[in-house]
Every structure is written in C-alpha cells, then in structure tokens.
C-alpha cells in the first residue's frame, strides 16, 4: 500500500525492505514531535502570565496583612480607652462619695478621675509596634453627674505596604461615659399630731373609741383618752401614721447605703415642734417617731399647717445638689387629714378651755367651699381647707415637697360626739372641705406624682412606703 507523501516501504534505495520500513516510521513521528514543541511553548506563556499576576496578588496579601495588624492594635488601644473611662469615672466618683470635708470636692475629683484614667490606659495597651500614645482624658462634674472621656491618635510603620510608598498607617479613636452620684439626701418628716389625729383608724376602732370615752368621737389627748382607747384595743389615726414612717425608716437604716440619709421629725398641730433634729442616726429618728402621739400641750390642739410649714421654710436654707453630705438635697413630707383651725386647748387648772390660735391666718377669702366661722364655742373659731399656699417659701429654696392625705375620717353619725357643734365641724368637712383638701395638698407637692392620698391603715402605710422609696431613689437603697 502506498500512502501519498510518504515513502513506500517497499521502495529503498538500496533496495532494503527494513530501510524502507524505518524511514516510513520516522515519518510517521514528525507530527507528534510538532505537538509537543507546541504544548512546550504554551507552558512557558503560562509561567510567564502566572509571574505577572503575582505582584498584584503579593500586593493585596501584603495590604490585607498591614490592615489586620492595624486591626488589631486599633482593638487594643479601643479596649484600653474603654478602661481608661471606667478607671476615671469611678475613681471620681469614689473620691466624691468618701469625701468628709467641707470644701467642694469636684476639682481633687477630677484630679484624681485623669490620674487613674491615664494609668488604666497605659495598663492596658501592651506591647504595640509603636510608641505608645499618651491619650487625651477629660473628666468633669455636673451637679452629681460626673462624665469622663478618653481619646487617642496613633501612628504605625506597615510592613509590605512600606514597598507601596505608604511606610505608616494612622488611626485614632474615643470612649466616653456618664455617671450618677448617689445623693446625700436629707428627709424632712411632718406628721399632724392635732385632735383629729386621735380619730379610730377605721371605723371599727371608732366604735371602740366611743365606748370607751362615754360617747366621744375622738381620743382627744387633752382629756386623756387617748390611753384608754388603746387600752380597749383602738388603733389611732396617729398610730397608723407613725407605725408607717417607722416602716419606712427601718427600710433606709437596712439598706445598703444608709450613710447618705439625715432625717428630722416634725409634728404639726397649732404648735410646730421639731421633735428630732435633723441626723444620721435613723434609729434615734425611729425612736422620736414611735413616741409620736395626739398633741398634750398647753395652747394646742387644733391644726396649723400654714404656720408649721412656713415656720420650717424659715428655719432652712436653700437645698442642695446632693453631692456632699454639706449640700445634702431635701424632702418635705407632710402627713395630714388636711383641715386647719384656729382651735386650740388653754388649760385653767386641772381643766380645759377653747381658745384662738394667734398665730392662725384665716382663708381670704374665706367662702364657704374652702373656710367658715362657727361661733358656736367658747370662742369663734374658723375651720378650712389646706392652704397650699403655705409651700411656697420651701418651693422657692429648692425642697421637694411630697404630700400624703390622710383623709379626713368623718365618724358615722351613731359614733359622732354629744356636742351639736363639733358635729357641725364633721358635717362641714365632709360637704365642703374634702374636696378642696385634695387638691390644695397636691398643689403643695412638687408635682402630681408627689401627692398621695390614703384612707384605710394599709393604704397609708403603702403611701409613707412610696414616699420615702421616691426620696431614696435619688439615692438608690439596694437592699
């Protein structure tokens, strides 16, 4: 067979089959030696192009790395601000809370605050490729509001993008926090120990109290009934009021934080008596409270609130922020059944005798909705209606003033005195006065929140309890 182009096998020239026959076979190679010199050369363009391609790859895997070690250092140096604005805040903070002096602690504060800002920064960086940057710590004090803020800018030498032209990278970044100071609070406890006060505290104990006083509607101190009801198992109107502020101090004196609270105590008739001072020693304050009762004294028994508050209004001085223990802020409460008289006891040998509180500023005007004249005792007197006009001097110093209403309890008409006029007196209150009391006592309070109101014994303790955890919130009781 004969193949065009190639040699035939049988065709030598010599003559030789085997010459033809290996000349044929070597043609047949050349093909093949074609197609590997081809495959040879497309590998070598292949290298070529891979080593051209490497350099931007080098680059992006050089970048990326100088950007994770920036990375990183940045997260260290972000930590260590975030300590640093911890480290000063407390530390401001803790100066403050422990200071005893008398001078204004904010600056030492503050001092103090950058100091350990600044040391908790440097604690915290660690080893970095840099020098380390010295940050920039602000620590201020606002009232009991104490702010701190740490900053910081750094440089640092690349690696692979030095080979780029870029031999340092920069960053920077910032923390800042907001503290509340606990206060200093001071609680200035008014509690109503007039005539009314010895009213039974439900009517349950008003039966009592009738019985045991012959046909008296109230356990009047003055005629020494007082004990007596007791003694058959009556709870006062007094009693509840002071069992409940007792409640409330023994929670102060459990909590945590106790150090921060000063209380005074106050009773409030015709008379205004501080039967406490104001001090740290909550338990003596718990004493002075469960000693409380219905007014005993010469010139008293009837209710001036006007006079008591006003009187406690000149006594102070402006409130304070609440940072020191010196600029302590203040609480008012007022406890009261809210009606005023002129009435008070003078006493004439081993008996007594109505007379005209002096120091009484009747309504003006005085209508019927909020004050009248009854002329039928021994002397004319007025009963009326709260006047909140009487908050006014301890608003403008500053104070809050919280009021709880303990309603005025108006004895069914089986359980009333003997006496035509004093149960005019009850009649009178409980038609006109005990509307105008509610909402004269919540124009005294600092705001609606601060107004309570409270009838039954379990009412008003929970009223007192809300009171005083409204006062200690600014100083946060934990118990």
Not at 331 to 352: E, H, N
Not at 356 to 378: E, I, V
Not at 417 to 437: H, M, P, R, W
């Amino acid at each position: 067979m004969t193949v065009p182009g190639l040699p035939s096998p049988t065709r030598t020239d010599d003559g030789s089959p085997m010459i033809a026959i290996r000349a044929f076979r070597r043609a047949l190679r050349r093909p093949r030696d074609l197609v590997r010199r081809v495959a040879r050369d497309r590998a070598g363009s292949l290298t070529t192009l891979f080593a051209f391609s490497l350099i931007p790859l080098i680059g992006f895997v050089g970048i990326a790395t100088d950007y994770g070690l920036e990375l990183a250092a940045k997260s260290k140096l972000d930590h260590a601000a975030d300590a640093a604005v911890v480290a000063a805040i407390t530390s401001a903070q803790s100066y403050i809370v422990a200071y005893k002096g008398t001078g204004d602690p904010t600056a030492a504060a503050i001092a103090v605050g950058k100091a350990q800002g600044l040391a908790q920064f440097n604690a915290n960086t660690g080893s970095l490729p840099a020098a380390v940057p010295t940050p920039t710590i602000n620590v201020s004090v606002a009232g009991r509001q104490v702010n701190a803020t740490a900053s910081y800018a750094f440089s640092m030498p690349t690696i692979f993008m030095r080979a780029l032209g870029t031999a340092t990278t920069s960053f920077s970044g910032s923390a800042g926090s907001t503290l509340t100071i606990p206060a200093f609070t001071n609680i200035y406890v008014v509690v109503d120990v007039s005539s009314s006060m010895g009213i039974g505290a439900t009517v349950a104990d008003q039966q009592i109290v009738y019985n045991a006083t012959g046909g008296c509607a109230v356990a009047c101190h003055h005629s020494g009934t007082t004990d007596l009801a007791r003694s058959k198992g009556a709870t006062l109107r007094i009693d509840v009021a002071k069992n409940a502020v007792t409640s409330a101090l023994n929670q102060i004196i459990n909590s945590s934080n106790a150090n921060r609270f000063q209380v005074a105590v106050y009773t409030l008739s015709s008379q205004f008596t501080n039967v406490f001072p104001l001090s740290s020693n909550l338990s003596g304050a718990v004493t002075a409270v469960k000693a409380l009762d219905v007014t005993a004294l010469n010139q008293d028994g009837g209710t001036n609130t006007t006079y008591g508050l006003t009187t406690l209004g000149n006594k102070l001085g402006n409130d304070g922020d609440g940072l020191t223990s010196n600029t302590a802020q203040g609480f008012v409460m007022l406890i009261t059944d809210g009606v005023q008289d002129s009435d008070w006891k003078v006493q004439s040998g081993a008996s007594w005798a109505d007379g005209y509180d002096s120091n009484f500023t009747p309504y003006s005007p005085c209508n019927q909705a909020n004050c009248t004249k009854l002329t039928g005792f021994a002397v004319p007197i007025y009963i009326q209606s709260f006047n909140p006009s009487a908050c006014a001097l301890l608003k403008s110093k500053g104070y809050t003033l919280m009021t709880l209403n303990t309603t005025y309890l108006v004895p069914p008409s089986n359980l009333r005195s003997s006496s035509a006029t004093l149960n005019g007196v009850f009649d009178y209150v409980q038609k006109y006065l005990q509307s105008s009391i509610s909402s004269n006592l919540s124009a005294c309070a600092t705001s609606s929140s601060y107004a309570y109101s409270a009838n039954t014994p379990s009412e008003i303790s929970a009223a007192v309890q809300q009171m005083f955890a409204a006062a200690g919130a600014q100083a946060r009781i934990v118990n």
